[in-house]
């Protein structure tokens, strides 16, 4: 079991760089792949990225990918999304998620635990 808490969420210009944090408790992270999600007001909850428990894959959605890499170190029981080149619409509330696996990384109700997340906002 972990519990993922999320932070490094602020207010940025368009064009500049956020880095998230998730730091999550329990013993067992190393054996979860992390994913980040995002949830814009009024939208369904979107993936982001994803890295597995080893960090030897990562993935990333369509609209982040080149901008966004995911990272993790294992002996900080950390995950990172270092965000660069924001936009507007990179706005929302990040959340961080573990699950078993990468199967399916893409859907958000294959994670089993969830931080509380943090809120990105890109000012243009």
């Known amino acids: 079991q972990v519990q993922p808490v999320e932070s490094g969420g602020g207010l940025v210009q368009a064009g500049g760089s956020l880095r998230l944090s998730c730091a999550a408790s329990?013993?067992?992270?190393?054996?979860?792949?992390m994913g980040w999600f995002r949830q814009a007001p009024g939208k369904e909850r979107e993936f982001v990225a994803v890295?597995?428990?080893?960090?030897?894959?990562?993935y990333y959605g369509d609209s982040v990918k080149g901008r966004f890499a995911i990272s993790r170190d294992n002996a900080k029981n950390t995950v990172y999304l270092q965000m660069n080149s924001l936009k507007p619409e990179d706005t929302a509330v990040y959340y961080c998620?573990?699950?078993?696996?990468?199967?399916?990384?893409?859907?958000?109700?294959?994670?089993?635990?969830w931080g509380q997340g943090t809120q990105v906002t890109v000012s243009s």
């Open positions: 329990g013993r067992a992270f190393s054996s979860y792949a």
């Open positions: 998620g573990a699950k078993t696996g990468l199967r399916n990384y893409g859907n958000s109700f294959g994670y089993d635990y």
């Open positions: 890295i597995s428990a080893s960090a030897g894959s990562t």
